[in-house]
């Protein structure tokens, strides 16, 4: 069952595919949840967030996180930015005991990177973290039309036990807006995270 837990820690990672209102919303609702969050953003993202949110985030850490509790109008304390270099960041080793990580949304060629163990950057390196200490590692592609390629890596990532989690906001809930089809994918991710959301919308509710 979901609990919730405020001295718990995750990390949030998003990559430059389409889709970042999802991201916003996942850390909106952690924060609401007493969730800490370790934020690590692609350059890509930050190009994402820009075209599709209008929102410009500052290059360094602090300030992005600043400005990121602003935009979502939650506390900065729920988060800490890292850069992608940062190896010092307890988000590159798994003695610092971070249990949990959400890349979303996941671009291909993120996605690519974490199947082969290709560990560039912190979001890369994060991942395996996940991966070689056995924990929970979730992943959510945008992408359309997929290729074998795409699809053979997300075979193989299942199969070590990662979380995949399309974009694919459903419609039984009858969505009036857009907000409410973000929402969809964002509850469907923190059941999968294991926290405590009272808002989700359940099927046969």
Not at 65 to 78: F, G, K, N
Not at 100 to 113: K, Y
Not at 139 to 159: A, D, F, G, N
Not at 181 to 195: G, P, S, T, Y
Request: charged letters at 25%; aromatic letters at 4%; hydrophobic letters at 45%.
């Amino acid at each position: 069952m979901p609990q919730m837990n405020a001295e718990r820690d995750i990390v949030v990672a998003m990559t430059g595919a389409s889709g970042a209102a999802y991201g916003l919303r996942l850390m909106e609702r952690l924060s609401q949840a007493g969730i800490h969050q370790h934020v690590l953003l692609s350059e890509a993202a930050r190009i994402v967030l820009k075209q599709e949110m209008g929102l410009e985030l500052p290059d360094s850490p602090e300030q992005t996180t600043s400005a990121l509790a602003e935009y979502l109008d939650i506390s900065a304390d729920r988060l800490t930015g890292y850069g992608l270099k940062d190896w010092f960041s307890p988000t590159a080793s798994g003695s610092a005991g971070i249990r949990q990580m959400v890349v979303v949304p996941c671009s291909m060629g993120s996605l690519a990177r974490i199947a082969t163990g290709a560990s560039d950057n912190l979001i890369e390196r994060a991942a395996d973290v996940m991966l070689k200490e056995s924990r929970r590692l979730i992943l959510v592609p945008r992408e359309t039309p997929l290729s074998s390629i795409h699809l053979e890596h997300m075979l193989k990532l299942s199969r070590l036990g990662v979380h995949i989690i399309p974009a694919m906001p459903g419609f039984y809930h009858r969505p009036k807006d857009i907000t409410e089809l973000i929402d969809f994918i964002a509850d469907r991710i923190m059941d999968h995270l294991e926290v405590e959301n009272g808002e989700v919308k359940r099927w046969g509710a």
